[in-house]
């Protein structure tokens, strides 16, 4: 009885006195909501994980084609750098002069190493391959020239090979040079193509991601139309109507996040292996790089907020349907 | 008096008994009609009032418009024409964005109830109260408070398909009172319910009036009516044909 007697001095507190009082309201009313979407999420599990699956892997994709993209852009680097360019010395070239030729190259700051290879060297490496035999051995003459094998010196970055290239290629006594580095440029042609589609595929999944959670929001939203119209009557404002939703959106952004990145770290587990494979059979000290942790730990966020986005987009266009006017 | 908070402190104002001003009606209704969209005049030219501490039941034939008087009420529908006061505050000017806040004041009881069914009779009578922003401690005493009055205070932890119609019924009067509105109104809260029942639920709002809640209810029960001897508004094809004060209630 008392309880009512004191109506009239204790109106419902529809506006907070104090700060404090606002903050703790504020506090109560966010956890509540939390509360009922995380509800709402474990009342369905088999929906939620579905839900997080499908989102999971749409993000893992583009991490999985980011993570190639960088690997093979090291291993490109340090292949490069084993690469060396043969020089095709004029016929009729004395092993002399030939010689002195191989020592001015040396001397040069941008060059490592330079290896001759004799006429006979790449007669015997002819005939050694299948096929060849019978028909250098009816050859009277060897008519194979002296060859320089010039290594460029490590590091040297793309404009610096080119001049090298050129320079070798200005040589009186170069036939003709051979550029192997030249499909480094190809690579990184690639490469950027590559890293163009990592950016456009990061974008359409990640719009796939988002009509994902839209539309297990919508569907959300029309399971608890009966809710809402409650809610609605006992004075909800449409943010409070929406918030459990939001909720609801940021978990399974969140969560489907950490299956991408989970996702990821057993992909790249899976290939450190193989790759260290890949790697010694080319003789390079290369390593299988994984993806920084800084991106991995910012991908679950990445996927709240864009999870959030989608059940905000599904909440404008739905909520207000359920509305009773 | 502006709309949006102006409600509240015009309620508490208008139930003042010391107050030196006559105290003005909570309810008052100007020549108001309601035409739903392709449809016939559900309410024509209604006026009348209902002062503040005031119960009064509605009833009338079947179609007659007692719930869609009920609905202008709680804003649920808005005139065709005619002016809509409630607490002093014209409904007219109030806007969408000001709606959850009238309705915070404004208690209201359905025929089918409409609780929760997968929550509990807590959750449920709770609601008012979380959407209103006060403070958990708090919920928890008042939704007790409330359960208490209607008798269900045994049943807090049980969902409402596990209790009988009378006792959802309670569910949804402890829900419509649980905030303290100022103003209750109730659609055929025992259309569903027992003779025996429904006396019981309209004692209930019987003890509101009393404790100086202003109330409104629509029955078509005349048995009911009878026997609570208060203020009955007749309405026919949506006009009022009868308003009989609780004196003469016979
Ligand atoms: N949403 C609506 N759209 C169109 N017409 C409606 C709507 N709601 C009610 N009506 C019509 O308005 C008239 C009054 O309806 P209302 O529900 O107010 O009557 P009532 O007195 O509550 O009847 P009952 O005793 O059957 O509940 C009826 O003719 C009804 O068909
Ligand atoms: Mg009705």
Redesign the pocket.
């Known amino acids: 009885m008392s309880r009512h007697r004191a109506r009239r001095g204790d109106p419902l507190p529809a506006a907070a006195p104090s700060a404090r009082g606002r903050i703790a309201t504020w506090r109560g009313q966010h956890a509540w909501s939390l509360h009922a979407s995380l509800q709402r999420l474990a009342a369905h599990p088999v929906g939620t994980a579905l839900t997080l699956t499908v989102m999971g892997f749409a993000l893992a994709l583009p991490l999985a084609f980011y993570l190639a993209l960088g690997n093979l852009q090291r291993f490109g680097a340090a292949l490069g750098e084993s690469q060396a360019i043969s020089v095709f010395l004029k016929p009729g070239l004395g092993a002399a002069a030939v010689a002195g030729l191989a020592s001015d190259l040396r001397a040069r700051a941008d060059v490592a190493v330079v290896a001759t290879r004799t006429p006979q060297q790449g007669l015997a490496e002819l005939s050694a391959m299948q096929g060849f035999g019978p028909g250098l051995a009816a050859l009277a003459d060897n008519p194979l020239p002296y060859v320089l094998v010039v290594t460029p010196r490590a590091g040297l970055d793309a404009r610096a090979g080119q001049a090298l290239v050129t320079a070798l290629r200005a040589l009186p006594a170069a036939d003709r040079v051979q550029d192997n580095s030249a499909w480094r440029g190809r690579l990184d042609a690639l490469l950027t193509l590559g890293r163009r589609v990592v950016l456009l595929l990061g974008a359409l999944l990640a719009l796939a991601a988002l009509l994902v959670v839209g539309n297990s929001v919508r569907q959300d939203i029309q399971a608890h139309a009966e809710e809402i119209a409650v809610m609605q009557l006992v004075g909800a404002s449409p943010g409070f109507v929406r918030r459990p939703y939001l909720y609801a959106g940021i978990c399974y952004g969140f969560g489907s996040g950490v299956v991408a990145v989970a996702l990821v770290l057993l992909l790249e587990l899976a290939l450190t292996g193989p790759v260290a494979t890949l790697a010694a059979a080319w003789g390079g000290g290369l390593r299988f790089a994984g993806l920084a942790p800084a991106l991995l730990l910012a991908v679950p966020f990445a996927a709240a907020l864009l999870g959030w986005l989608g059940a905000r987009i599904a909440g404008a266009r739905h909520l207000t349907a359920v509305e009773p006017h | 008096m502006p709309a949006r908070a102006g409600l509240a402190a015009t309620l508490a104002h208008a139930m003042l008994p010391a107050s030196p001003e006559p105290a003005a009606p909570v309810i008052r209704l100007d020549q108001v009609s309601?035409r739903?969209?392709?449809?016939?005049?559900?309410?024509s030219q209604l006026s009348f009032e209902l002062g503040a501490g005031e119960m009064a039941f509605?009833t009338?034939?079947?179609?007659?418009?007692?719930?869609?008087?009920?609905?202008l009420l709680g804003l649920l529908?808005r005139p065709s024409h005619g002016a809509v006061m409630v607490g002093g505050v014209n409904l007219g000017s109030v806007r969408r964005s000001g709606i959850p806040r009238l309705r915070r004041q404004v208690g209201m009881v359905f025929?089918d109830h409409r609780l929760l069914m997968d929550r509990s009779v807590f959750a449920n009578v709770e609601l008012p109260l979380v959407v209103a922003g006060v403070p958990p401690a708090e919920r928890g005493k008042r939704v007790r408070a409330a359960l208490e009055k209607v008798g269900l205070l045994a049943h807090e932890k049980k969902s409402p398909p596990a209790l009988s119609a009378g006792e959802q019924q309670r569910v949804g009067i402890a829900r419509a009172i649980v905030g303290k509105p100022p103003l209750l109104i109730a659609?055929?809260p025992t259309g569903n319910l027992d003779p025996q029942l429904a006396v019981e639920i309209m004692g209930l709002f019987v003890e509101f009036q009393q404790v100086g809640a202003t109330v409104l209810v629509?029955t078509?029960d005349l048995f009911l009516i009878k026997r609570m001897r208060k203020r009955v508004i007749v309405?026919d094809h949506?006009r009022l044909v009868d308003d009989v004060a609780a004196a003469e209630v016979v």
């Open positions: 309601k739903y969209p392709g449809g016939h005049e559900a309410l509605v009338g034939h079947s179609g007659a418009g007692k719930s869609t008087l009920l609905k529908e025929q659609d055929e629509a078509h309405l949506g």
